[in-house]
């Protein structure tokens, strides 16, 4: 069974930083795509980054262009989300996901975690 579980959420003010870790079970990352999407209150689900298993090929969007950098431990199935600077607009519930390499990549998750809370106060 697939599993992603996510820790490291909480509460931080602004031009804080936190990292978000997500740890896989049920499967190894080769050939996936991984990744974090977020949902704000009243809000879509949005991708902010994903990441191939080989750690080379790496996408953010534009929230989260220049402070927001991910990474992965395949020996440990862990994908981390580091964020700095962080303002109140990131306050959301941050989901870690995964996609299948038979899948439509990271953008269009086929496993999803239960989700973190992450709350910047100003």
């Known amino acids: 069974e697939v599993q992603l579980v996510e820790s490291g959420g909480g509460l931080v003010q602004a031009g804080g930083s936190l990292r978000l870790s997500c740890v896989a079970s049920?499967?190894?990352?080769?050939?996936?795509?991984i990744g974090w999407f977020r949902q704000a209150p009243g809000k879509e689900r949005e991708g902010i980054s994903c990441i191939n298993y080989s750690g080379d090929n790496t996408y953010y969007a534009d929230p989260a262009k220049g402070r927001f950098t991910i990474s992965i431990d395949n020996a440990k199935t862990t994908v981390y989300l580091q964020m700095n600077n962080l303002q109140p607009e990131d306050t959301a519930v941050y989901f870690c996901?995964?996609?299948?390499?038979?899948?439509?990549?990271?953008?269009?998750?086929?496993?999803w975690g239960q989700g973190v809370q992450v709350t910047v106060s100003s």
């Open positions: 996901v995964a996609d299948p390499p038979s899948g439509n990549g990271c953008l269009f998750p086929t496993y």
């Open positions: 049920g499967f190894t990352f080769d050939g996936y795509g």
